[in-house]
């Protein structure tokens, strides 16, 4: 029977703003799921080694696949690159502040919209008509439309968005509520 034991959140990461708590969260509680289980099965393998008559060939191959699955752990899975047009970043800048940048080389600012709603970031680009003046021999500049969507974490804002060489910037907040805020209680007397 075969189990899983790793899980990748890297799509949580490249398609949503605010939720990298929870995805650092779960990612800790698998990996500690994982270490228990392997800690659980190298003790079931060893009470089988001790019982049959080659425990130390046993042992030593235990041992080296142990190495080897820490080792392979350890490694960052990455998935198969999002090669979808426009190629972009996200980043947490603070506690609360994201920036998402995306390159839009060749696109002008009419050309460029951005929309929010209560949970989605759409940002799609149309490229309007060009007169050719001439004939292109090669064309490696990617100048398509292109729409791309970004899932916003509750109470996470866009404050703004500047585009300088080529590069759209957005900028997020995580504003708390100050109901949702912890707060200290004073006890009376």
Same mark, same amino acid.
Do not use: W
């Given at each position: 029977?075969?189990?899983?034991?790793?899980?990748?959140?890297?799509?949580?990461?490249?398609?949503?703003?605010?939720?990298?708590?929870?995805?650092?969260?779960?990612?800790?509680?698998?990996?500690? !799921?994982?270490?228990?289980?392997?800690?659980?099965?190298?003790?079931?393998?060893?009470?089988?080694?001790?019982? +049959?008559?080659?425990?130390?060939?046993?042992?030593?191959?235990?041992?080296?696949? #142990?190495?080897?699955?820490?080792?392979?752990?350890?490694?960052?899975?990455?998935?198969? #690159?999002?090669?979808?047009?426009?190629?972009?970043?996200?980043? !947490?800048?603070? *506690?609360?502040?994201?920036?998402?940048?995306?390159?839009?080389?060749?696109?002008?600012?009419? *050309?460029?919209?951005?929309?929010?709603?209560?949970?989605?970031?759409?940002?799609?680009? *149309?490229?309007?008509?060009?007169?050719?003046?001439?004939?292109?021999?090669? !064309?490696?500049? +990617?100048?398509?439309?292109?729409?791309?969507?970004?899932?916003?974490?509750?109470?996470?804002?866009?404050?703004?968005?500047?585009?300088? !060489?080529?590069?759209?910037?957005?900028?997020?907040?995580?504003?708390?509520?100050?109901?949702?805020?912890?707060?200290?209680?004073?006890?009376?007397?």
């Amino acid at each position: 029977m075969t189990t899983m034991t790793k899980f990748d959140f890297a799509p949580l990461y490249r398609h949503a703003v605010g939720f990298d708590r929870f995805a650092n969260m779960a990612q800790k509680l698998v990996e500690q !799921q994982l270490a228990a289980q392997r800690i659980s099965d190298a003790c079931k393998a060893k009470k089988r080694a001790a019982n +049959n008559e080659d425990a130390k060939n046993t042992m030593a191959a235990n041992k080296i696949t #142990a190495k080897t699955d820490l080792q392979s752990d350890r490694k960052v899975v990455k998935s198969s #690159a999002d090669t979808t047009y426009p190629r972009y970043n996200i980043s !947490q800048m603070s *506690e609360t502040d994201y920036q998402i940048t995306l390159a839009l080389a060749g696109f002008s600012l009419e *050309e460029i919209d951005i929309t929010v709603t209560a949970s989605e970031l759409v940002i799609t680009g *149309e490229k309007l008509p060009l007169k050719q003046t001439s004939t292109l021999l090669h !064309q490696g500049i +990617n100048q398509t439309n292109f729409s791309r969507k970004f899932a916003l974490a509750d109470h996470v804002h866009v404050v703004n968005a500047d585009m300088h !060489q080529g590069l759209l910037t957005i900028n997020l907040n995580r504003e708390i509520p100050e109901a949702l805020q912890p707060r200290k209680i004073v006890i009376g007397r």
